[in-house]
């Protein structure tokens, strides 16, 4: 139950004194959730007594339990607790998420390691079957992503996003085979759950992740994904950017492990656009 979207629902149907216990908790619900009944109750302005019936018109069995449920809504964050300020001109962020888009491309250039990328194609390479997972916004998008650029130079990849196909495909994976994961947070349990089916029967595993997550640890070679949110939570994370660019990188280094061999087969691949699509010379390769 989210507390917070009960309390605000029903705010037009509280007694004043309800109302007083409502506005004491949603001005500020980490000092609610950690409070004692009696310093909420001071906060209010109301008695004891009043605290445990405005958690009865929350359908709370008692005070504990409100205070549990105003406990597990404070997790989220204060940042989406208070907000933040909406910019009094729209364009004003325009610069802001360009500056973070920025700063998060130059801390995963910084942070990469040319062995782990070097790591990767080498599994990839030697790979006898290669697949992809991916759930969520970005990581769906990316896993995606890989499949285009890993199949134009030969290594067919397919990416999966389903969570019972994940578990089916998992089941199917062996020694030979390769898993790649992309998962920003690391933490997504049915993720988890498709990866450790695949480790179980021996696949390898290929992650881009945060480096200290429990996908992470899993793996046989992680491409690390750093995580900066900001205060601004209106917009998109940056952190897909280092994603992007990661994926990029593993493809350019896939291709030039064999530059002769990929030049032929971006070659076929630029024909073969061609002959249907007739654009120009310097269009993007199947973009």
């Known amino acids: ?54 958690a009865k018109a929350m359908d ?11 406990a597990q809504a404070a997790t989220v964050g204060q940042r989406f607790l208070d ?19 920025e700063k998060t491309l130059r801390r995963h250039l910084a942070g ?20 992809a997972f991916g759930m969520g916004g970005g990581s769906t998008v990316f896993s995606d992503e890989l499949q285009f650029r890993l199949v134009r130079l030969g290594h067919m990849l397919t990416a999966y996003h389903d969570p019972v196909l994940m578990r089916i495909t998992a089941a199917t994976l062996g020694p030979h085979d390769l ?3 992309l998962s920003t947070t690391g933490i997504t349990p049915e993720l988890l759950a ?10 390898r595993l290929l992650a881009l992740t945060r480096p200290d997550s429990p996908l992470a640890r899993r793996a046989d070679v992680v491409l690390p994904v750093f995580l900066d949110e900001t205060d601004f939570i209106y917009k998109p994370t940056a952190a897909r950017y280092g994603m992007l660019l990661a994926v990029d990188i593993l ?15 971006l070659r076929r691949v630029k024909l073969a656009l061609d002959d249907y699509r007739h654009g120009e010379d310097r269009l993007p390769l199947g973009d």
């Open 194 to 203: 498709a990866v450790d089916i695949a480790r179980g029967y021996g696949t």
């Open 179 to 181: 898993l790649i994961v």
């Open 251 to 265: 493809a350019t280094e896939l291709a030039l492990r064999q530059p002769e061999h990929s030049q032929e087969l």
């Open 112 to 131: 990469f390691d040319e062995q782990q990328f070097s790591a990767a194609v080498d599994l990839i390479s030697q790979a006898d079957r290669l697949v």
């Open 83 to 101: 907000g933040s300020p909406a910019p009094a001109e729209p364009a004003s962020f325009f610069g802001n998420i360009v500056s973070d888009i």
């Open 60 to 70: 709370c069995e008692d005070i504990r339990t409100l205070r549990m449920r105003l």
């Open 1 to 54: 139950m989210d507390i917070l979207y009960l309390i605000r629902s029903r705010l037009d149907q509280l007694s004043p004194t309800q109302l007083k216990v409502a506005e004491a908790i949603l001005d500020d619900v980490r000092f609610a959730a950690s409070a004692g009944i009696e310093q909420l109750a001071a906060k209010a302005g109301v008695s004891p007594a009043a605290m445990s019936r405005f």
